[in-house]
């Protein structure tokens, strides 16, 4: 506390640069005032809900200047809440903040969360507590309803298609200096944190965690978002780890929507990768993803868009990074298809040297050039992977562009043991001190498009 204040960083080292200088993280200062959610009614008993006091506490907080909201030990049930500018809300060791699990507390047709920052300012989630989703209900209700669409196992487009009006745990809209550190989230009923059209948004050494069977349940997913660091987290979901989005071009930001994003020092359990995308249409630029740790995942380091929602991503560097028992630890790729469920339909809608990996299908080398079209067409330029070691691969990776729009990428100080090797196609790949191991003894397989070329 300083001059009565509470001042939240995330980072000992104080203000974090990203390799262009601009500053990423969020700077957090709070009044000291506290205002716990049992002086406002709350009982912490899961059984009654606790919402009313829960935003009882925020709003008188908010009126006061500022301050703590704390929540001690403790199981709270809640509905939606709103967290406004200035609050810090600070659920300690103990304290069980629980989404309640009736739909009709999520309105249908409005993007909402259980925990809500909707154009606020210097707002920061702290403690050593649980926010807890009980998505278990809400996964098992998505299922009868994918279970109730005639052709949903057979139709790639109908799963891709398909809207899922599933609450978020944690919704971030249009707000500025937003920390996250130190708690547990656990079991979304969809995306775990979303951040939409905000700056400076700081997460770290939280631990965000769902079954690997939990569908659609991303970890972290920057959407028209800058200047985000995301350090030192434990994070093993059924969805991706993180999901750099850029839904759509903005004035505002003419070179991207998306831009200054720092990953760092993370571990990674299950999970289908560090990725950009699928959404990159407004552009996506200055990402580093260095240090971390990922083990047992489904994806590494991956980059995925296609036609439609494509657009400029450069000046990405994945440096550092360690995979023991990742399945496919690359994987950049301007197609990004919905295969058929049921995999007999699948190999059906298989075109001659075409191939299915996870959930997506991809068609054969012969697939024709389309029109490039800006903002819509996947360009992707500058990706330079240095630095991974990787054991126990089944495939080392896939680099394939589109006809119209190959990738650029240079891989460097690479080393993979894997099944089978890297395909490459519509693709110009650079390598330095590439070593690829593969059982299949083709550890680099260029294709239509594909060239490969040794670096200096």
């Given at each position: ?288 993803v260095e240090n971390n740790t990922f083990e047992g995942s489904m ?25 023991k028992d990742v399945e496919t630890p690359l994987v950049f790729t ?123």
């Amino acid at each position: 506390m300083r001059n009565g204040l509470i001042t939240a960083t995330a980072l000992a080292g104080g203000l974090l640069l990203l390799g262009n200088g601009a500053q990423a993280q969020s700077t957090n200062k709070f009044p000291a005032k506290v205002c716990d959610v049992r002086e406002y009614g709350a009982g912490g008993t899961r059984i009654w809900f606790d919402t009313e006091a829960f935003q009882k506490a925020i709003d008188a907080c908010a009126q006061a200047g500022g301050g703590t909201v704390r929540v001690t030990r403790g199981e709270y049930l809640i509905g939606p809440i709103w967290l406004k500018s200035n609050i810090r809300l600070e659920i300690q060791k103990g304290a069980e903040v629980l989404a309640g699990t009736d739909a009709s507390l999520f309105p249908q047709g409005e993007r909402v969360g259980v925990i809500n920052v909707d154009g606020a300012e210097n707002v920061a989630l702290v403690g050593e507590g649980l926010v807890d989703g009980q998505g278990q209900v809400w996964w098992e209700r998505i299922r009868a309803v994918w279970r109730s669409i005639p052709d949903y196992a057979t139709n790639g487009q109908a799963r891709q298609q398909q809207k899922d009006e599933r609450p978020r745990l944690v919704w971030i809209n249009k707000s500025k200096n937003v920390l996250f550190e130190g708690l547990r989230f656990e079991n979304s009923p969809s995306f775990h944190l979303v951040i939409n059209n905000s700056d400076y948004i700081t997460i770290n050494k939280v631990r965000i965690t769902a079954p690997a069977h939990a569908p659609n349940t991303d970890a972290i997913d920057p959407m028209n978002t800058r200047h985000v660091v995301i350090t030192n987290n434990v994070i093993s979901v059924g969805d991706d780890i993180v999901a750099i989005k850029s839904n759509g071009p903005d004035a505002r930001y003419p070179d991207a929507v998306s831009s200054d994003i720092l990953i760092a020092n993370n571990t990674i359990l299950e999970g289908r990768g560090i990725c950009i995308g699928s959404g990159s249409s407004g552009g996506v630029q200055r990402v580093r993803v260095e240090n971390n740790t990922f083990e047992g995942s489904m994806y590494g380091l991956r980059i995925k868009s296609m036609r439609g929602k494509g657009g400029t991503i450069k000046d990405v560097v994945f440096k550092n990074n360690t995979m023991k028992d990742v399945e496919t630890p690359l994987v950049f790729t301007s197609y990004y298809e919905y295969r058929p469920l049921d995999i007999a339909s699948a190999e059906k809608q298989l075109q001659p040297g075409g191939f299915i990996l996870g959930n997506q299908i991809w068609p054969g080398p012969t697939d024709p050039a389309q029109p490039f079209v800006r903002d819509k067409t996947p360009d992707m330029s500058g990706i330079v992977v240095d630095g991974v070691t990787a054991t126990g691969a089944d495939l080392a990776g896939i680099v394939v562009g589109l006809p119209e729009k190959p990738i650029g990428i240079t891989l460097k100080n690479i080393k993979i043991s894997a099944k089978k090797g890297l395909l490459v196609r519509n693709a110009e790949v650079v390598t330095q001190a590439v070593a690829i191991a593969s059982a299949d003894k083709t550890p680099l397989r260029p294709e239509a498009g594909g060239v490969i070329k040794a670096g200096k």
